[in-house]
């Protein structure tokens, strides 16, 4: 099994966690609604701390309750517990194994604060850690850079919230998620003839906004961690207090553009630095090309609602940095200096 | 007044906030001991934003509160009010005129949650909007890029997490910012050296860790907005998943090594850079020179409590950038594509 394979099996991924996942995730929505929950703090590094950006837009904008990302060091290097307190506590991580993740779970779990695992390993020490664990049911993921885990965990989240909110029409449209996915892979034609024409990009700016920032951290990790292009990732917004300055003409600005309440600023921005600044960008959008972007635009599948569309607009952003790795002569299964498991403290 | 004159001020803000800021945050404090508060919320942008993660370690290892930093688009996007039960809500921003900040703080006071403005504009929208007001005053910052606001925004939570606490050493820690301030400014012409030497350069990383990951991100962010050199800053634990596929031979890593719990860990990395992958390290650090890295090295001040060392260590950071831009035949007064007050929704 490829990286290719491994973006290619998302469709059935996602098929799976559906089948097997809905009934677990049912009984753990029903004990939670019986806790005190004031807020969430989330655990987590690498892309399954975009899955917990993801969760910050998804039960803020969706269950109006502020998320934490945790600060892991300050408890393994300060040695101080914090006070979880009405928290939700949310340990995110593919292997179930990274030592600070798991340290955060189980201090939450020590003050009696329901805790959830969310991992793709169901006997890890994370999973052991946490008093509800939520499967992803990806099966094994041997690449190193991390594609059909990613998606899982975002649906994982995704169906978390949909049984809290019980909303048939939220169930609706996560059934039309494997489809969509499948759709979103007709895309790899069209992001290997994107990759090859930047085959000497070094540097770039990712741009995302509201539930896309997530997508736009993760394509930008998946640069970093195949291509060895130095991609910076940034919120529409704070990407206006200072880093714009780095724009100038013919600098790639790559930006995820879903169609919702995101979509207007960000053309708009996008639009002024084409215009202004002359940035040379590329597109990942389910709206008709209004920015005129013609083969830079790679489309994500239309009729998702914006709360699910990070599960899908992350398919063209992976493969385009799968091809991009390809165009600039890098083995996509051997990326420099990683390993699968990273155990930081 | 220039940039490089703002820098130069910082010892002479500090003392000022010392003298004027003392009495009304520790009004402050006895206030908020009769509130309810299981964690805290901080909205802010830009450099803010910084001084927020420094909050987020400040308020997180001394007070054992978790810290959620706002989404703001939450709120001017989607239109959702987070619900603020229990929480202590911070807007950080030197204008105080940024309307997603003032919102954030706008509801959580309308929800009755108490509120904190960190300005340096006591009549601002920001200011008017929260219940108690932290004025920094720093004194009118002409420059685009923040520099003495910056630091005045970290002392002042720094006052107001030694107003909590009410333990004399910090007092007497606090006590000498100043001088160690204006110590860190005699990192002036090593700064202007190091800098001339990295005249071309175009992308690099910047490491810290725990308290220190506010330092990096604020290099960084000067990096970008004066000298347009793609600066991608991580905390080292977060940079060991994924993103040291980048470090290839002579790749620039620069790093902020306070001595403190942060230290072991990331001089060992930062060994391995160096070793293993050919990394060009530049270290702020007030740890004696055990990486030999000779003139790569900028001092910071011995002495500072780790909790107060992102006050000082950011100094030769800012030198750092500043001399950088005039290496690169840039204007430090005139960032390209910025305005001092930027106003995101």
């Known amino acids: 099994v490829s990286l290719h394979g491994e973006i290619m099996e998302q469709p059935s991924v996602a098929r799976r966690l559906l089948e097997r996942g809905r009934e677990p995730i049912a009984a753990m929505a029903r004990a939670l609604r ?76 020590g003050q009696g604060a329901p805790t959830i695992a969310v991992t793709n390993d169901a006997s890890s020490p994370l999973a052991e850690a946490a008093e509800f664990v939520l499967e992803v049911q990806a099966g094994a993921e041997r690449s190193i850079a991390a594609t059909k885990t990613y998606t899982a965990q975002l649906l994982g989240l995704a169906l978390l919230s949909a049984a809290l909110l019980d909303d048939p029409q939220d169930e609706r449209a996560i059934d039309a998620l494997p489809d969509a996915l499948a759709t979103a892979l007709d895309v790899d034609a069209a992001a290997r003839q994107v990759a090859l024409r930047q085959a000497t990009m070094t540097r770039c700016i990712v741009l995302g906004r509201g539930f896309e920032y997530a997508t736009a951290r993760e394509w930008a990790l998946k640069l970093k961690e195949l291509t060895a292009v130095v991609a910076d990732p940034y919120s529409a917004a704070d990407f206006q207090h200072g880093p714009i300055a780095l724009v100038e003409p013919g600098f790639p600005v790559l930006a995820v553009v879903p169609s919702g309440a995101a979509a207007e600023d960000l053309l708009a921005l996008l639009a002024r630095l084409r215009a202004e600044q002359g940035a040379d960008v590329l597109a990942i959008s389910d709206l008709p090309d209004t920015l005129g972007l013609g083969e830079a635009l790679l489309p994500s599948p239309a009729g998702v609602p914006e709360w699910l569309q990070p599960i899908v607009t992350i398919v063209p952003a992976q493969l385009h940095a799968y091809h991009l790795t390809l165009a600039r002569g890098r083995d996509p299964e051997a990326p420099r200096n990683l390993s699968k498991v990273t155990l930081t403290r």
């Open 34 to 109: 019986e806790r005190p929950i004031d807020y969430l703090v989330i655990a987590a590094r690498g892309s399954s701390d975009h899955a917990a950006i993801y969760a910050q837009y998804l039960f803020g904008v969706r269950h109006r309750l502020p998320v934490a990302l945790a600060a892991p060091s300050i408890r393994s290097l300060y040695g101080v517990e914090p006070r979880f307190e009405r928290a939700l506590v949310i340990g995110i991580s593919q292997s179930g194994a990274s030592p600070d993740v798991v340290g955060i779970v189980q201090a939450a779990r």
